[in-house]
């Protein structure tokens, strides 16, 4: 099988440097959708250099590189056709406040591989820390299809109880025609996302949208909902990425607040409300 999990579990940890500066976290941002309205003051904190606050979901991308995803299947162990790849989830932990000009070191290992029967999981853990100590910690579970069924470890459940009662906030938001054109420019440049040939061999009528564009959306409408604006209270936020996203539709995003947290559901509004994040929450102060 493609897949060897003693070997992936037992390489050893690879280590890079990353930067970044302000270009990167503005783009990031454009690419997740903000600046419209384009001189709203609540939009000018992710565009605008000299009022320029980091979304925590930056984190994925920062030192334009991929979330885990495309560097796992590099790892030793690891060979598998990227159109049997899904990316089925992703958890991030925020250590501190990420500064919108940076140096750090990213170590990145096989974490875990799960046997889901007709599938395997691969969760790529990323640990950033710079001279200050760390920064945060990404989880990617990278699905890949026909690739399970060898007798391992089948994993914990991801899945959580529905929320209860009505949510206490309802977004919609508008993805735009070429939203996956302009995320990709942030460093996660797989095809899937562009080119309508391989989407369809990867069993897609078109492209589709990155799931952590989805994800970095529904975390700024969190923050600009529920957190008063304020990025810096987000300790952790980790989702199930349930269905796919085509540029041009519109997601509703449903927000229950809880206890030092707020659960989130996201669905996409032209497909019948059809889920696109599910087992949603996020953490904050």
């Known amino acids: 099988m493609p897949i060897d ?8 940890p690879r280590t890079g440097e990353l930067s970044w500066d302000h270009k990167d976290v503005q783009l990031y941002h454009l690419g997740i959708g903000a600046g419209i309205p384009a ?8 565009t605008l250099e000299s009022r320029l606050h980091v979304l925590p979901s930056f984190a994925t991308v920062a030192g ?20 049997r790849v899904l990316h089925g989830g992703q958890s991030l932990r925020i250590h501190r406040p990420i500064p919108a000009r940076g140096r750090a070191t990213a170590t ?59 949510p206490d906030r309802v977004v919609e938001r508008h993805v735009r025609e070429d939203q996956a054109l302009l995320y990709r420019l942030s460093g996660d440049r797989n095809p899937l996302h562009a080119d309508p040939d391989f989407a369809k061999r990867a069993g897609f009528d078109r492209p589709i949208l990155h799931g952590l564009c989805t994800y970095g959306m529904t975390l700024k ?7 008063d604006g304020d990025v810096t209270r987000v300790r952790s936020y980790a989702t199930r990425f349930a269905g796919v996203v ?15 947290g707020v659960r989130v559901a996201v669905s996409a509004v032209e497909r019948d409300d059809t889920p696109v994040l599910a087992d949603t929450v996020v953490e904050h102060t």
């Open 5 to 12: 999990a003693a070997k992936a579990l037992a390489a050893e």
């Open 39 to 46: 001189t709203d003051p609540d939009e000018l904190r992710y």
């Open 64 to 83: 334009a590189g991929s979330p885990g995803v495309i560097s796992g299947l590099s790892m030793p162990g690891v060979d598998v056709d990227l159109a």
């Open 108 to 166: 990145g290992r096989i974490a875990a591989v799960y046997d889901k029967g007709k599938a395997a999981v691969l969760v790529m853990r990323t640990e950033v820390a710079d001279d200050d100590g760390p920064l945060w910690t990404n989880d990617a579970q990278i699905y890949v299809r026909g690739e399970g069924g060898w007798g391992g470890d089948r994993g914990p459940s991801t899945r959580l109880d529905p929320p209860a009662g009505e």
């Open 221 to 227: 409408v969190v923050v600009g909902a529920l957190l």
């Open 246 to 260: 085509y540029p041009g539709e519109t997601l509703r995003i449903r927000m229950w607040r809880l206890d030092g």
